[in-house]
């Protein structure tokens, strides 16, 4: 994520924290946390924040340091430079080039279920095999004033092809083994103006691209508002 999204609960790189994090939505963490994180939402670890815990969440993106086993439900995104000292456990595991992940991963809904040796992704220790990439578009669609995450949101990608899907109850979505070219995103949901953008792939590579949906109903009273007023 290039920039701090409106919503996004932000704990900036001069916090120090300990104990048990439980959140709903999103939280960005460029500061130092040590003790327990479980979530229903999703957390995004900033290049300054450095995390000594254990955590269950459900989508992480991780561009900073963390020292613990990771669970999550949806997906783990660990990107450069970040570093994961620890197990994960995820459906959907993600190492970008200059991420380094030292640990064992579990992928229960992989064809080959069980755990994988032990690797310093990033590093000269790794064989000299690229880590495993998957070509995607994922994001979370949140409700532009609240920051809240929107369940069931309709996203359609098309471009070389067209793929429909849903954002699950942590306005997550995700569509993958796109090819590269231009794809465009079109997101509906229900009590929202709708969203759109487009996205450029190539290479292989993931792609983030968020979307903050503004609410049909406020527009009307506002309106309305107005109206009364005048």
Not at 5 to 27: A, N, S, V
Not at 167 to 194: C, F, H, M, P, Q
């Amino acid at each position: 994520m290039k920039k701090r999204e409106k919503g996004i609960t932000f704990l900036g790189k001069d916090t120090e924290f300990e104990g048990k994090l439980t959140f709903h939505g999103t939280i960005w963490i460029e500061g130092h946390f040590r003790g327990e994180i479980s979530a229903d939402g999703n957390l995004i670890v900033g290049e300054e924040a450095k995390i000594e815990a254990n955590m269950h969440i459900s989508y992480i993106v991780i561009r900073g340091e963390i020292h613990g086993n990771i669970i999550a439900d949806q997906r783990v995104d660990i990107l450069g430079p970040g570093k994961v000292f620890g197990n994960i456990q995820a459906p959907s595991v993600v190492t970008d080039e200059g991420a380094i992940f030292w640990g064992e991963t579990r992928m229960p809904s992989a064809k080959e279920a069980g755990k994988e040796k032990s690797a310093i992704i990033g590093s000269d220790e790794y064989a000299g095999a690229p880590p495993p990439t998957v070509t995607a578009i994922y994001g979370i669609v949140t409700d532009q004033e609240t920051g809240n995450p929107i369940k069931n949101a309709k996203v359609k990608c098309k471009g070389v092809g067209q793929k429909n899907i849903e954002t699950n109850t942590s306005g997550y979505y995700e569509v993958t083994n796109l090819k590269d070219g231009r794809w465009r995103l079109k997101i509906k949901a229900k009590g929202y103006k709708k969203g759109k953008a487009q996205v450029e792939i190539s290479g292989g590579k993931t792609y983030e691209q968020n979307f903050e949906l503004r609410s049909k109903r406020r527009n009307s009273y506002f309106l309305a508002f107005k109206s009364k007023k005048s």
